[in-house]
């Protein structure tokens, strides 16, 4: 066996060590996706397809990826330490194989491999590989940067959300609109993910509440729920950087309590013999369903509970198992709350401890207060959740019981405080009583946390000035900021080789691991020969994208030309349709011939509007109907071409940063909480131009104005 390729920080424990399937050399990959072949998949090497030896190299790959999952397991067991528990409703965590090879070491190992099986490229079998519909946006894509950063550091953390089955949506473009398909990403099988079906746990909705006496004597309420899902775990390795522990992502996916009534089946009602079974399922089926109608926003709140509840009462049975006193929740889990989609845990962990474990009011919310934590994501009034009374009370009405009397205490410190002044406690209560009465989730979460932070400074100061002044005047202590970050390993290290090699060469190793290191750049300023090497690594990127975009939009583009980049979310805040407007700008003074000294330019836009928002769908639309326009006349050959990229998603993203010159930040200011795409724009080389708003503030203080 030829000696592994990097030194790791903790030795593996013997319990765990395999040399057949722990080895990392070419000769032990070849093997592993041989046996795999055979034994898994029931394929021989020479029948074997691209998907056949990306499924077979995922194994292996895995294989490689249990010692260090379960040494990370085991040494939580006998060293209990505390636990970041990250509960979010997405997780954009991209394509693994690719990631988990360059977080072993192994990228050449497992290429060299490969070629053993009819000279296949690594390139090939990573392009099989289906994007995971875990997430959106910004948001999940920020919580797998987190759990990956966590795994670096060997920070225990678990990130608890949903086995999303269909995702968010394919986008095809069609006439120049937006349409949607069905993610159906599993269709393949997915090899990253282990089911621990032994670990479900059950999770109630609507019914009544009832009050009754304790043995103690003591009034309590107890929650009959009207009807039960099932949350099955499914964990997936999330492994750090050259490092022999991991971390996991444990996602929540909903089964019926009982799947098929056989008595219905019988007497001919069919549908009804499964329908709890499609009721219960739907739970998992699709991230974010539209909110446009009743049953959108049911399911969404359902769905909400679902993942927090499952989570909560795992985390407290990882407790008793280990026979640690439930007073000690706050010692060993730190749950931090990614956006307001999982705020209604602030109620449900009150729940479960005064009524599953029989704890008292004042204790039961020194544990919650003490053991949550808050991100505020967004200034954006809509995306505050407030969910109207009706529905809460249908669908969970223990915990609108809880939310009353928290509310109520709470209102009770104000008062002390303001005393007279209905108008503060009306903007702080926890619900609004404006229109059609709602419980306001972002003010829940503030309530139960012992954090609040912001995403960047700006939209920090901003929360405490113009979101939340009365939170932030009641409790200064509570606001702080933790401006987003995202992970150089994936958005350097995996997408852009050329550079990372050519940093390699300068700088060392370890800034992959410190980007600090990057600093050290400086002293080649004036260095012509690696200016030029670092063009070259920036040119041949530009390449494998226009060729990325021929076969994709049959759209011919000069890979010297300059590369003009807006790729995220489409929305009116985000200014896409401002672009647009530059664009059709540039086109009338080049008509005009009025575009002497303007550099060929190549305007590239891509990213996803929501089902109902018309409006983002209108942008998408009209970015094409400039496309068509420009792309077509010859007077623009050679000067300005025009690209929308189906469906953006992280696969692309990790194609077009390394390739782009300039980055696009336009959103209106005060709007943007942060922004992390900027981010990688930066770290790959781009100029950035954009308002002073989010990140882009910090950014250019580390990096200068010019």
Same mark, same amino acid.
């Given at each position: 066996?030829?000696?592994?390729?990097?030194?790791?920080?903790?030795?593996?424990?013997?319990?765990?060590?395999?040399?057949?399937?722990?080895?990392?050399?070419?000769?032990?990959l070849?093997?592993?996706?041989?046996e795999?072949?055979?034994?898994?998949?029931?394929?021989?090497? $020479?029948?074997?397809t691209?998907?056949?030896?990306?499924?077979?190299?995922?194994?292996?790959?895995?294989?490689?990826?249990?010692?260090?999952?379960?040494?990370?397991?085991?040494?939580?067991?006998?060293?209990p330490t505390?636990t970041?528990?990250?509960?979010?409703?997405?997780?954009?965590?991209?394509?693994q194989?690719?990631?988990?090879?360059?977080?072993?070491?192994?990228?050449?190992?497992?290429?060299?491999?490969?070629?053993?099986?009819?000279?296949?490229?690594?390139?090939?079998?990573?392009?099989?590989?289906?994007? $995971?519909?875990?997430?959106?946006?910004?948001? /999940?894509?920020?919580?797998?940067?987190?759990?990956?950063?966590?795994?670096?550091l060997?920070?225990?953390?678990?990130?608890?959300?949903?086995?999303?089955?269909?995702?968010?949506?394919?986008?095809?473009?069609?006439? /120049?609109?937006?349409?949607?398909?069905?993610?159906?990403?599993?269709?393949?099988?997915?090899?990253?993910?282990?089911?621990?079906?032994?670990?479900?746990?059950?999770?109630?909705?609507?019914?009544?509440?009832?009050?009754?006496?304790?043995?103690?004597?003591?009034?309590?309420?107890?929650?009959?729920?009207?009807?039960?899902?099932?949350?099955?775990?499914?964990?997936?390795?999330?492994?750090?950087?050259?490092?022999?522990?991991c971390?996991?992502?444990?996602?929540?996916?909903?089964?019926?309590?009982?799947?098929?009534?056989?008595?219905?089946?019988?007497? /001919?009602?069919?549908?009804?013999?499964?329908?709890?079974?499609?009721?219960?399922?739907?739970l998992?089926?699709?991230?974010?369903?539209?909110?446009?109608t009743?049953?959108?926003?049911?399911?969404?709140?359902?769905?909400?509970?679902?993942?927090?509840?499952?989570?909560?009462?795992?985390?407290?049975r990882?407790?008793?198992?280990?026979?640690?006193?439930?007073?000690?929740?706050?010692?060993?889990?730190?749950?931090?709350?990614?956006d307001t989609? $999982?705020?209604?845990?602030?109620?449900?962990?009150?729940?479960?401890?005064?009524?599953?474990?029989?704890?008292?009011?004042?204790?039961?919310?020194?544990?919650?207060?003490?053991?949550?934590?808050?991100?505020?994501?967004?200034?954006?009034?809509?995306?505050?959740?407030?969910?109207?009374?009706?529905?809460?009370?249908?669908?969970?009405p223990?915990?609108?019981?809880?939310?009353?009397?928290?509310?109520?205490?709470?209102?009770?410190?104000?008062?002390?405080?303001? $005393?007279?002044?209905?108008?503060?406690?009306?903007?702080?209560?926890?619900?609004?009583?404006?229109?059609?009465?709602?419980?306001?989730?972002?003010?829940?979460?503030?309530v139960?946390?012992?954090?609040?932070?912001?995403?960047?400074?700006?939209?920090?100061?901003?929360?405490?000035?113009?979101?939340?002044?009365?939170?932030?005047?009641?409790?200064?202590?509570?606001?702080?900021?933790?401006?987003? /970050?995202?992970?150089?390993?994936?958005?350097?290290?995996?997408?852009n080789?050329?550079?990372?090699?050519?940093?390699?060469?300068?700088?060392?190793?370890?800034?992959?691991?410190?980007?600090? #290191?990057?600093?050290?750049?400086?002293?080649?300023?004036?260095?012509?020969?690696?200016?030029?090497?670092?063009?070259?690594?920036?040119?041949?990127a530009?390449?494998?994208?226009a060729?990325?975009?021929?076969?994709?939009?049959?759209?011919?583009?000069?890979?010297?030309?300059?590369?003009?980049?807006?790729?995220?979310?489409?929305?009116?805040?985000?200014?896409?349709?401002?672009?647009?407007?530059?664009?059709?700008?540039?086109?009338l003074?080049?008509?005009?011939?009025?575009?002497?000294?303007?550099?060929?330019?190549?305007?590239?836009?891509?990213?996803?509007?929501?089902?109902?928002?018309?409006?983002?769908?209108?942008?998408?639309?009209?970015i094409?109907?400039?496309?068509?326009?420009?792309?077509?006349?010859?007077?623009?050959?050679?000067?300005?071409?025009v690209?929308?990229?189906?469906?953006y998603?992280?696969?692309?993203?990790?194609?077009?940063?390394?390739?782009?010159?300039?980055?696009?930040?336009?959103?209106?200011?005060?709007?943007?909480?942060?922004?992390?795409?900027?981010?990688?724009?930066a770290?790959?080389?781009a100029?950035?131009?954009?308002?002073?708003?989010?990140?882009?503030?910090?950014?250019? #203080?580390?990096?200068?104005?010019?």
């Amino acid at each position: 066996m030829s000696q592994q390729p990097a030194e790791f920080s903790m030795p593996t424990p013997s319990s765990f060590q395999d040399p057949e399937r722990s080895g990392l050399s070419a000769d032990d990959l070849f093997a592993g996706i041989t046996e795999h072949l055979f034994f898994t998949l029931g394929k021989l090497a $020479p029948s074997a397809t691209r998907h056949d030896l990306y499924m077979a190299l995922s194994y292996a790959v895995r294989d490689r990826l249990m010692t260090r999952y379960l040494a990370g397991k085991e040494a939580l067991s006998h060293q209990p330490t505390k636990t970041v528990a990250y509960l979010s409703a997405e997780f954009l965590i991209g394509p693994q194989l690719g990631n988990n090879l360059l977080m072993l070491g192994i990228e050449n190992e497992a290429a060299e491999a490969l070629q053993r099986f009819n000279g296949t490229s690594i390139e090939d079998i990573l392009e099989v590989e289906e994007e $995971p519909g875990l997430g959106n946006g910004g948001l /999940g894509r920020l919580a797998a940067c987190y759990m990956e950063s966590l795994a670096s550091l060997e920070v225990p953390a678990v990130g608890y959300g949903i086995r999303y089955e269909f995702g968010i949506f394919d986008q095809l473009i069609r006439d /120049g609109w937006q349409v949607e398909i069905t993610d159906k990403w599993l269709k393949g099988g997915w090899p990253w993910e282990l089911t621990h079906p032994d670990q479900s746990i059950f999770v109630g909705f609507g019914g009544r509440t009832e009050g009754y006496t304790d043995e103690q004597g003591r009034y309590r309420s107890r929650w009959i729920p009207g009807e039960h899902a099932i949350g099955i775990p499914h964990d997936i390795p999330v492994l750090g950087y050259k490092v022999n522990t991991c971390d996991r992502l444990r996602l929540w996916r909903a089964t019926a309590t009982e799947s098929f009534d056989f008595y219905a089946f019988n007497i /001919g009602d069919y549908y009804g013999a499964v329908e709890e079974k499609v009721g219960s399922e739907t739970l998992s089926k699709v991230l974010y369903p539209n909110d446009g109608t009743d049953e959108g926003r049911r399911l969404r709140l359902k769905q909400q509970h679902f993942f927090v509840s499952c989570s909560l009462q795992d985390m407290l049975r990882n407790m008793e198992k280990r026979n640690i006193p439930v007073t000690e929740f706050p010692q060993h889990w730190a749950v931090q709350l990614n956006d307001t989609h $999982p705020a209604i845990a602030v109620a449900e962990l009150m729940r479960l401890l005064i009524d599953d474990k029989n704890l008292d009011w004042e204790v039961a919310w020194d544990i919650t207060s003490r053991s949550l934590a808050y991100t505020n994501h967004t200034l954006l009034p809509e995306a505050l959740e407030k969910w109207g009374l009706p529905l809460f009370a249908s669908l969970l009405p223990r915990h609108l019981e809880l939310i009353f009397e928290i509310n109520r205490r709470f209102l009770q410190q104000v008062r002390l405080k303001h $005393p007279g002044d209905d108008n503060i406690l009306r903007k702080l209560s926890i619900i609004d009583e404006e229109g059609q009465k709602a419980v306001r989730m972002a003010h829940l979460a503030t309530v139960g946390s012992h954090h609040i932070n912001g995403v960047a400074r700006l939209h920090s100061e901003l929360v405490q000035s113009s979101l939340m002044p009365e939170f932030a005047q009641l409790w200064p202590e509570k606001f702080t900021n933790v401006t987003n /970050g995202v992970t150089p390993r994936r958005w350097m290290g995996l997408c852009n080789p050329q550079l990372s090699g050519l940093l390699d060469e300068v700088l060392g190793a370890n800034w992959l691991h410190n980007l600090e #290191e990057l600093r050290k750049l400086e002293q080649y300023q004036n260095d012509s020969n690696f200016l030029q090497r670092w063009e070259q690594t920036r040119l041949e990127a530009k390449r494998q994208l226009a060729n990325y975009i021929h076969r994709h939009t049959s759209v011919l583009v000069d890979p010297a030309s300059l590369f003009d980049v807006q790729v995220k979310r489409i929305h009116e805040y985000k200014r896409q349709h401002l672009n647009a407007l530059q664009v059709i700008a540039q086109y009338l003074r080049i008509k005009n011939g009025q575009a002497d000294g303007m550099a060929p330019r190549t305007v590239i836009f891509g990213g996803k509007a929501a089902p109902g928002y018309y409006m983002a769908k209108l942008i998408i639309r009209f970015i094409n109907g400039i496309a068509e326009t420009v792309n077509s006349d010859p007077d623009m050959d050679g000067r300005l071409r025009v690209v929308f990229l189906p469906d953006y998603n992280v696969k692309l993203g990790q194609r077009v940063y390394p390739a782009s010159d300039l980055s696009e930040q336009i959103s209106t200011a005060g709007k943007e909480a942060s922004g992390t795409g900027n981010m990688k724009f930066a770290m790959n080389g781009a100029l950035t131009i954009g308002t002073l708003d989010g990140a882009n503030v910090e950014i250019r #203080e580390q990096v200068g104005a010019e």
